[in-house]
């Protein structure tokens, strides 16, 4: 079947993956499958939560991002620069030094994504006063508003419409260009990013918006730029440096991309949630109403500890935390630029309604998806519930969905497979071919190896 | 399609397992979230039902591609004056029910506000047998 709607984020490499199954198994979606040996995305059903990232092995799944010399496109170059990028150096490098190096790599301009998150406090506090069903769920994290989307569509509308920071920073600097009478053709905005999501979510936004960031730039790659400059003492000497900087920040500011950064700043009751499986168990229950003590806002973070971890992020995620709480406890409560932040972006900060992304697991026209749901159940009492994976598919739910979709046949079952052998119906030849149908040759033909060497 | 699931009387722990299999159900089949709702509500609450006042019963779910037909059917003391358990607030429950949080008097008026139709048939000292319709 074809999945292919929505901008991917990540890819399979086939020439890394060794098929191991170890995505397939994580993915809250269960959009990964294993079959002739590579791991295959249905790329309709992911979030870009990038947990398959995070545990494959062989390194085989590649962040999907702009080339680099893209920004020479551009006469002027805007960096926008999340604080967790800098809170991974904090006490080891000075934050001119890595601007500097920022400079240097191209950019014309270093600004701080959480600018706007003074303004946005205020907006943020109207709109849950005003909210009619609470808890009105945060705009925040891209990877939670996509789970929403295709698993929780009956939620779609506590989801707030408010930009997320990056957008109101970046329609900021947008705004900036033009009122100073530059041509917007010469202005590139770009977002170097913590995570995937953030990737989709710039290069298919929800909710009736275009965003005007001309790319996005890898976290990690920077990173590792940065490093390698200072190491190798490859930067500007103090007050040499070619870029501006823009790093007026609040401390609520600085807080924000963490768990709790967010929820602190709420009138009202507000809880913080990170991690996706807490994410998912918290939405289940509302969905299912056995909430029943009221709260007024959800903080929900795909990453555990948010921001600090996520996939991007090369500085061990609880560290990255505890240097921006200290980079915060000292910062002010606002700053300098949040009054013009507000003149310029109050008008550009609503988004229009998140449409849902159902899954559609057996078909479109309920007719057709009953008949296949009967049959899925049919051979659920059939199939050993164990959900081992050795189908490639991740639970043995998934295959019975598989099979009726066609995507799939019961002989990829291992236990199966025993069976019609022991009846006779399947020779072990025949069984070996299956296997290799999923696992690939190539997994088979080195166990012989292995074994007689 | 069919689905049945048993109901253990006093087991509050699981009160809700077949509502929620229900509801995913429908989910899974692209049924509107509006409605999907609708039919969570009215089941659970029957199903509680079964679970605080009767002593035992059996749900059977129909699901077809109009709409979803759900037949609660329990062994236990019937309603003896179905109009009065209709109305908002009244309840039989016992105090321990009560203080499990269940008991409100609004089981019944709600199932009654979110299906398209619903049958209630009781026999006192036999048991009762809900049929609950929602219109997909
Ligand atoms: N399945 C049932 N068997 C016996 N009595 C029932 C059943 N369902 C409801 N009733 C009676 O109807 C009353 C009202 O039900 P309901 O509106 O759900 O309120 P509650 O369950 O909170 O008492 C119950 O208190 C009980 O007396
Ligand atoms: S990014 Fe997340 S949703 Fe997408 S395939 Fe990987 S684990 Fe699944
Ligand atoms: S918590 Fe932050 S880093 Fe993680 S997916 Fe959400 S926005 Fe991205
Ligand atoms: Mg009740």
Known sequence: MEHNTFHKALEIQPELCIGC??????????ALRVSGGKALLYADWCIDCGRCFRVCPSRAIRVVDDDFDNIFSYRHRVLLVPAVFYAQFEKRIPRRVINDILGDMGFSEVCTVEQSADTLVEEINGYVRGAGEKPVISSFCPAVIR???????????????????????????????QMGGGDPAELGVFYLTPCIAKIAAVKSPVGGYESPISGVINMDYVYNKVLHAYKNKKYPEEGMGTESVNDAVSSKGLLWPLTGGEASQIEGRALSID????????????????????????????????????????????LVADNLREVAASAPDTHIKAEEYKRFCSAYIKMDAVEPRSMVKYDKDINVAIKKMEMAG??????????????????????????????????????????????????????????????????FVNKEKSESE | MRLEYDVAAGDFTRAGNA?????????????????????????????VNIVAHSYGGHITADIE????????????????DVRKAMQ???????????????????????IQENADDLKIETEVGKGTTLSIYIKF
């Open chain 2, 88 to 110: 908002k607030g009244f309840s039989t429950a016992s105090k321990e029910v009560r203080e499990m949080g269940f008991g409100a008097g609004m089981g019944l008026p709600n």
């Open chain 1, 275 to 318: 991690g996706m499986s807490n994410v998912i168990e918290f939405l289940e229950k509302l969905e299912d109403e056995e909430i029943e003590e009221p709260i007024d806002y959800l903080e929900l973070r795909g990453c555990d500890e948010s921001c600090p971890g996520g996939i991007l992020v090369q500085g061990n995620r609880f």
């Open chain 1, 147 to 177: 789970l929403i989307q295709v698993r929780f569509p009956s939620l779609i509308d506590r989801i707030m419409l408010l930009l997320p920071p990056i957008e109101v920073t970046a329609q900021y600097y947008v705004r900036r260009w």
């Open chain 1, 378 to 443: 049919m051979l659920r009492k059939i199939l050993p519930d164990i959900d081992c994976g050795a189908c490639g598919a991740p639970s043995c739910e998934a295959l019975a969905a598989d099979i009726v979709r066609e995507d799939a046949s019961l002989n990829n079952c291992i236990f199966m497979q025993a069976r019609f052998e022991k009846e006779g119906s399947l020779q072990v030849s025949e069984a070996i071919d299956l296997m290799e149908q999923v696992w690939g040759k190539d997994r």
């Open chain 2, 19 to 47: 509502s929620s299999a229900i509801k995913k159900a429908l989910k899974q089949l692209g049924v509107a979230p509006a409605v999907v709702k609708r039919v969570v509500v009215a089941v659970y609450e029957a199903e």
């Open chain 2, 65 to 80: 591609p109009e709409g979803i037909s759900v037949v609660l059917a329990d062994t236990g003391p019937g309603i003896p």
């Open chain 1, 21 to 30: 199954s170890h995505c397939i198994k994580v993915c809250p979606t269960e």
